[in-house]
């Protein structure tokens, strides 16, 4: 299984970008996908997530701003990010709970977005 994500890159502060992230092998089922992103110096944290029945759940920083969505038949989670602010800067990873011959956490490569003031 592999997770691709795509949509990262460099955006002045009020801007907007969008992630995506595509998860691909043979895969029966998937639960919950997320994002998690890390700044630099600081620890990671959950962005945002959202289980197979649509059930979103937002961290503290990005509530309002941001929106998850997901396509089933694609396996893909998306990312809305909008009125970025300079401390949105970090590596976003894109993280799914899914099943092949067993139930697992898969995680991307991570994208960059970087948000100038």
């Known amino acids: 299984v592999q997770l691709q994500a795509f949509g990262g890159g460099s955006v002045q502060a009020g801007g907007s970008l969008q992630l995506?992230?595509?998860?691909?092998?043979?895969?029966?089922?998937?639960?919950?996908?997320?994002?998690?992103?890390r700044a630099?110096?600081?620890?990671?944290?959950?962005?945002?997530?959202?289980?197979?029945?649509?059930a979103a759940a937002y961290g503290d920083p990005v509530k309002a701003r941001f929106f998850i969505s997901r396509?089933?038949?694609?396996?893909t989670?998306?990312?809305?990010?909008?009125?970025l602010k300079p401390e949105d800067t970090a590596v976003y990873y894109c993280?799914?709970?899914?099943?092949?011959?067993?139930?697992r956490n898969y995680w991307g490569?991570?994208?960059?977005v970087t948000v100038s003031s």
């Open 20 to 37: 995506s992230c595509t998860a691909s092998g043979p895969i029966i089922a998937v639960h919950r996908m997320a994002w998690y992103r």
């Open 40 to 54: 630099p110096g600081s620890r990671g944290e959950m962005v945002a997530s959202i289980t197979h029945d649509g």
């Open 71 to 75: 396509d089933n038949a694609k396996n």
């Open 77 to 83: 989670a998306y990312l809305q990010m909008d009125y």
């Open 95 to 103: 993280n799914e709970y899914l099943r092949t011959d067993s139930w």
């Open 109 to 112: 490569q991570g994208t960059l």
